[in-house]
Structures are given as structure tokens and as C-alpha cells.
């Protein structure tokens, strides 16, 4: 195989990585970028640990090839807030507690972040659906889905 330099936009920043074009995307951004963010867990595009955001669309990185990235917009769980400012998805799952393990965190907050990128007020019907491919192995489904609910601004509501 031949490696080329590949131009990308991650986290509304342009790097240059120069590997072959059907490398995984998820390989780029954890080893060439040092973006943990997404995790590897089937490879397959299954389990959705590995998701990020390419033009506001959830994608799962372990089976987009690289090559297929370039000139678009990639976003990983690292570009949505930071520690002292974390976007109001990340926020919503700080304060529902909506993690055991963790693993599952990436790809529950990026999905969670296209679905309201298209959908501001889903029913809670609408959010596990769109949730229904990330696979959770210990138990946090109602925090989750609390979360996704305080995030779209509907749970406040609800308690005002």
C-alpha cells in the first residue's frame, strides 16, 4: 500500500497525516493525534464507542477510511467543550451521572449531540431510537436517556 498526505479538519483545526487511505479514521485520531476521545471497541461499526461527528453527522471512525475525510468537517468528543466550559450534552451527562464505566460515554454524548443537531426536541421515544446502536454493557440506560432529555432543555422543563 502506498501512504499519501491526507489533509483534515479535526476539532475545526488542519492536520496533515500522511498514511494509507483506507487506514481507519479511528486510528488516525487516536495514534497520529492523540484524540482518546473516541475508543476502539468492536472495529466493526457496531458498538458505537468509536462515534465522532463528520459534517454534523454521527459516524462510527473504526470503518471510515481515512482517505474519505478529507475536506470535511471531523468532530470527536474533545472538540464539543473543554473541562472548565463542557458543552450542554457533556454538562447533561456530568449532572445525571449518566456513566458506570464510561466506555460507552463517546459515542452516547456524540450521537446524542447529532440526533439534537436535527431533532432540538426529541421524545424520549425519538432519543432511544437514535441510541439504540450504541451498546451499553452496564446498566446506565435511564441516566442516559435522563440526560439526553436534560440536554434538549425538556427534563428543566419538566420540573418547573
Known amino acids: 500500500m502506498t501512504q499519501t498526505p491526507i ?24 495514534n497520529d493525534l492523540a484524540l482518546n476521545g473516541p475508543k476502539y471497541g468492536c472495529g466493526l461499526g457496531e458498538c458505537g464507542t468509536c462515534t465522532v461527528l463528520i459534517d454534523g453527522a454521527a459516524a462510527r471512525s473504526c470503518v471510515i477510511p481515512i482517505g474519505g475525510c478529507a475536506g470535511r468537517d471531523v468532530v470527536t468528543l474533545e472538540g464539543l467543550g473543554t473541562r472548565d466550559k463542557p458543552d450542554v450534552v457533556q454538562q447533561a451527562f456530568i449532572d445525571e451521572q449518566a456513566a458506570q464505566c464510561g466506555y460507552c460515554l463517546n459515542g452516547m454524548i456524540m450521537t446524542t449531540k447529532a440526533l439534537l443537531a436535527i431533532n432540538p426536541r426529541p421524545t424520549e421515544q425519538e432519543a432511544l431510537a437514535a ?30
Not at 489533509?7 to 485520531?29: A, C, F, K, S, W
Not at 440526560?147 to 419538566?158: D, I, N, P, Y
Request: aromatic share 4%.
Open 7 to 30: 489533509r483534515l479538519t479535526v476539532n475545526g483545526r488542519i492536520h496533515e497525516v500522511t498514511t494509507e487511505r483506507d487506514t481507519p479514521l479511528l486510528y488516525v485520531l487516536r
Open 131 to 160: 441510541l439504540q446502536y450504541n451498546l451499553c454493557r452496564c446498566g446506565t440506560h435511564v441516566e442516559i436517556l435522563r440526560a439526553v432529555m436534560r440536554a434538549s432543555g425538556q427534563l428543566a422543563e419538566a420540573a418547573d
